[in-house]
């Protein structure tokens, strides 16, 4: 059977071999709600569909116009295999209820490293997501850049309090670095990203050549709130 959680999913599970984003733009907040019910009630009504999917979890945007949604696999295949059987008796049914989702893609990523305050046991009040893209692929490039950030994070001068968790992810094509950050509010995130610095951190050395990395491309910031957990 499929049961609903309030819990928050872990990046950093092990077993997890794929890491699925997906955003669904749905318009605005009443969208948002409807969108969020459809979707529990289309997996709660069925058994949870295969093995393979640990967790799907799904966050509304603070733009209160989308939805981000994240599912953790134990590999691509296991996806694959649910797209191809069980995924569109699903979708038809939420598009059903809310007609003209419109949606931006699916992001294939695995997680990479993660940096936590040790010790710290807060619930996040806010996801904040941010999807670095650099103009080709390069899986070296990917990981050297995570490198650099964990690097000018454990040598920030200043840190933010209100910082849980940043875990990184790379995408399989080797074009993108999607960082799952864990806040304990959106209030704290809009201070750090106020603090003196080109976003959040210090200015430094080391964040100066994170950002001016050669190759990068854009870096897009999104917050969310986490409204569905779902797992067998």
């Given at each position: ?9 872990d ?21 948002q709600?409807?969108?969020v ?11 949870w569909p295969?093995?393979?999917l ?10 209160t116009?989308?939805?981000l ?14 797209a191809r059987?069980?995924?569109l ?37 806010c ?10 692929p390069d ?17 920030e ?30 209030q ?6 106020a ?38």
């Amino acid at each position: 059977m499929t049961r609903r959680t309030d819990v928050h999913p872990d990046p950093a599970r092990p077993g997890v071999g794929a890491s699925l984003f997906s955003t669904w733009r749905v318009g605005n907040p009443l969208r948002q709600r409807q969108t969020v019910e459809a979707v529990a009630a289309a997996w709660e009504r069925r058994p949870w569909p295969a093995d393979g999917l640990l967790a799907y979890h799904v966050y509304t945007g603070h733009d209160t116009a989308s939805l981000l949604h994240y599912s953790q696999w134990t590999d691509e295949q296991a996806y694959e295999a649910f797209a191809r059987t069980q995924r569109l008796e699903r979708v038809d049914e939420i598009d059903t209820a809310v007609p003209h989702i419109e949606r931006l893609g699916l992001g294939r990523y695995r997680h990479h490293r993660s940096a936590v305050r040790e010790g710290d046991r807060r619930v996040p009040g806010c996801i904040v997501v941010v999807d670095i893209e650099f103009d080709g692929p390069d899986p070296d490039r990917q990981r050297a850049w995570v490198d650099a950030v964990l690097d000018a994070l454990e040598h920030e001068p200043n840190p933010h309090p209100g910082g849980i968790g940043a875990h990184f992810h790379l995408s399989t094509d080797g074009t993108r670095v999607l960082n799952y950050a864990e806040w304990e509010s959106a209030q704290a995130h809009l201070e750090a990203l106020a603090a003196p610095g080109n976003g959040i951190g210090s200015a430094t050395d080391r964040w100066e050549r994170v950002q001016t990395w050669p190759g990068l491309k854009s870096s897009v910031v999104s917050r969310y709130d986490h409204v569905l957990g779902l797992l067998p």
